[in-house]
Structures are given as C-alpha cells and as structure tokens.
C-alpha cells in the first residue's frame, strides 16, 4: 500500500477470496476462493492467473510450505487439501 492509500494494481480471483499466501520465491500468488470450492495461482509480477483449481468444501486458509514446495489448503468443511506447487 503506498502512504497515499492508492490502489496501485488490481485483479479478479474466484468468488469471496478468504486467504492468500506467496510462494517461497515470491513469484507466485495462492488464493482460497470461498464459495467456489477453488485456489487460484497467480504470477505475482504480472497479477495475471496462471492456474486455478478445486479444493474441498469452502475453502478457508492455505499456506505454502517450502521445504516440500507444496501448498496447504484448510477447508471449512473439515478437510485439508495438499497440492504441489
């Protein structure tokens, strides 16, 4: 955010994004989409979508791991979805 509050970029993810997280590299940016039942990946220097996927039950956390380079994906509905990245 800059000192003067403007939005300096933006783009479109799924339906009611809940969480996101960076990849180790910071190159790539995960997003739960809430009530699409999906994450999105996005390149982070572009904002352009590079991938989007389904996930379990309302989606509403996710981490990247960097050891394993997987992302975690905790849904509301109970279960936990692990993706390579």
Same mark, same amino acid.
């Given at each position: 955010?800059?000192?003067?509050?403007?939005?300096?970029?933006?783009?479109?993810?799924?339906?009611?994004?809940?969480?996101?997280?960076?990849?180790?590299?910071?190159?790539?940016?995960?997003?739960?989409?809430?009530?699409?039942?999906?994450?999105? %990946?996005?390149?982070?220097?572009?904002? %352009?979508?590079?991938? %989007?996927?389904?996930?379990?039950?309302?989606?509403?956390?996710?981490?990247?791991?960097?050891?394993?380079?997987?992302?975690?994906?905790?849904?509301?509905?109970?279960?936990?979805?692990?993706?390579?990245?």
């Amino acid at each position: 955010m800059d000192r003067n509050a403007r939005i300096l970029a933006r783009t479109q993810t799924g339906q009611e994004p809940r969480s996101m997280t960076l990849a180790q590299d910071n190159k790539s940016l995960y997003v739960v989409n809430y009530n699409e039942d999906t994450a999105s %990946k996005f390149d982070t220097a572009t904002l %352009k979508p590079l991938q %989007k996927v389904r996930t379990g039950h309302m989606p509403i956390g996710i981490t990247y791991e960097p050891v394993t380079h997987t992302v975690w994906v905790a849904n509301y509905s109970g279960s936990l979805d692990v993706y390579s990245q």
